[in-house]
């Protein structure tokens, strides 16, 4: 399991939030609502999808580089070169 889906499941799960819910959560958020077995497989071995990430920032209070540490290194490197 990835750092970034143990994070994202350790949150879920510490506010007891079924899968659904956060689904429900996303949906809310303007996007569309994913499967609940898309959702676990993101907190399993699935990267978050780029697209998803702002929401899951909103709703989760976790800041996206500790959602997806990947992006935020490129981020950094795409900042510095500007």
Not at 10 to 28: A, F, M, P
Not at 38 to 67: C, V, W
Request: some cysteine.
């Amino acid at each position: 399991m990835s750092e970034e889906t143990t994070t994202l499941r350790n949150w879920r799960t510490g506010l007891g939030y079924s899968l659904e819910h956060v689904c429900d959560l996303i949906k809310d958020h303007g996007l569309p609502r994913p499967s609940e077995a898309k959702l676990s497989r993101i907190e399993r071995d699935q990267d978050i999808p780029p697209e998803m990430l702002p929401a899951l920032e909103s709703i989760t209070g976790l800041p996206a580089s500790a959602l997806r540490p990947d992006l935020a290194k490129l981020f950094l490197k795409e900042a510095a070169a500007q």
